[in-house]
């Protein structure tokens, strides 16, 4: 669709804090997909999950965001579910907050695929982004 994805696996070595290189990558996006599965990912000092830090970051600096969460009867292998108990309330709690707005699910990396195709179409036209 013509976009530049950054993800944190994009990021190099660097000589800052990784919440600092998160801030600045959201601030330079035009929209903000945020991808939940069974896992909360990894925390920062308060057990606040990075993921929900950017979505928050996100959300705060008025980037348009939409949520992608998985399916509840989506054929998921378990040892990609998170095995500890505080991360899996911390998880649905995540999973919560991104229902107060309207998200798709998606049950494969296909559908996964086409629903952010047709949920990324109207919002950049109903919000488009300035160009470079």
């Not at 990075?50 to 292998?77: N, S």
Request: aromatic letters at 10%.
């Amino acid at each position: 669709m013509g976009h530049i994805p950054v993800g944190m696996e994009m990021f190099n070595a660097a000589d800052e804090s990784q919440w600092n290189i998160i801030k600045r990558r959201i601030d330079e996006c035009d929209y903000y997909l945020v991808i939940v599965a069974n896992r909360y990912g990894s925390v920062d000092d308060d057990g606040m999950s990075f993921t929900e830090m950017e979505h928050e970051y996100a959300v705060g600096q008025g980037v348009p965001a939409i949520g992608f969460l998985l399916d509840g009867l989506a054929a998921w292998p378990s040892n990609f579910n998170d095995p500890e108990p505080t991360k899996k309330d911390r998880l649905e709690a995540f999973k919560t907050k991104l229902r107060k707005r309207l998200v798709k699910f998606w049950k494969t990396k296909d559908d996964l695929a086409a629903s952010i195709v047709l949920a990324l179409a109207p919002l950049m036209t109903e919000r488009p982004s300035s160009p470079w």
